[in-house]
């Protein structure tokens, strides 16, 4: 069965500081990785995705993610972080074929300091 | 264009009560799926809907049902509600099944009492 880790619950980076957010997956086949965010109260809006191809993919916002089959994940970076990234982020895999049930991870709150 | 649309954006019930959610997906779009996004957890797959049948179902109890109608629209039912169904529910919609974009709506928010 396919699952999602995400190891960090919280993480506080200063404005203008870089992020790493980690994600790491289980999945048998070569698997369909997405990257959301989620503001207070709001629905899902989609950074990035991984289908297949060049295995760094750039996303909405300056967000961007590699996708390592050998440590089976799929870490989101940003650059500079600007206060307006404060948000929950996740990380899903997708079972591409058999329908587009998400597997969603636990999700990582991020606070973004002055 | 509109996004995924959700009707209503917040309500609440009693324990035992039934409750009815609704979405449209996106003009074009044919496939819907819900998730359930239990405060503090990510969001869980309840069913994915496409050209109105079910094509998947998560690991929700028979309470739980949905329909699609001909227009893509759908609807979520819960039955004998229980304080354990408190929690945000999601639409998404994409234009088919597999490796497409899902778009989310930006959900209901449902409080058992």
């Known amino acids: 069965a396919q699952s999602v880790t995400q190891p960090d619950i919280h993480i506080t980076v200063s404005e203008g500081a870089s992020l790493e957010l980690r994600c790491n997956y289980s999945y048998g086949a070569t698997p369909y990785l997405f990257w959301y965010v989620q503001s207070p109260g709001q629905g899902l809006q989609l950074l990035l995705k991984y289908f297949s191809g060049d295995t760094l993919v750039q996303g909405i916002k300056g967000f961007e993610a590699e996708f390592k089959r050998s440590q089976s994940s799929f870490n989101l970076r940003k650059p500079s972080v600007h206060w307006s990234d404060a948000a929950e982020y996740f990380c899903a895999v997708g079972a591409g074929n058999s329908g587009y049930a998400l597997n969603f991870g636990k999700g990582t709150s991020l606070l973004v300091t002055p | 264009d509109a996004g995924v649309t959700q009707s209503p954006t917040h309500l609440i019930k009693t324990r035992g009560q039934h409750v009815t959610l609704r979405c449209s997906p996106i003009?074009?779009?044919?496939?819907v799926s819900w998730y359930q996004q239990v405060l503090g957890q990510g969001p869980q797959f309840i069913f994915q809907y496409y050209e109105k049948e079910e094509r998947g179902r998560g690991n929700f109890p028979d309470r739980f049902s949905a329909r699609q109608f001909p227009n893509y629209s759908s609807e979520l039912n819960v039955n004998a509600l229980l304080l354990g169904d408190s929690a945000l529910y999601l639409c998404?919609?994409?234009?088919?099944?597999?490796?497409?974009?899902?778009?989310f709506g930006q959900g209901t928010r449902l409080t058992v009492v």
């Open positions: 998404a919609s994409s234009y088919s099944t597999g490796n497409t974009e899902a778009f």
């Open positions: 003009s074009g779009h044919k496939s």
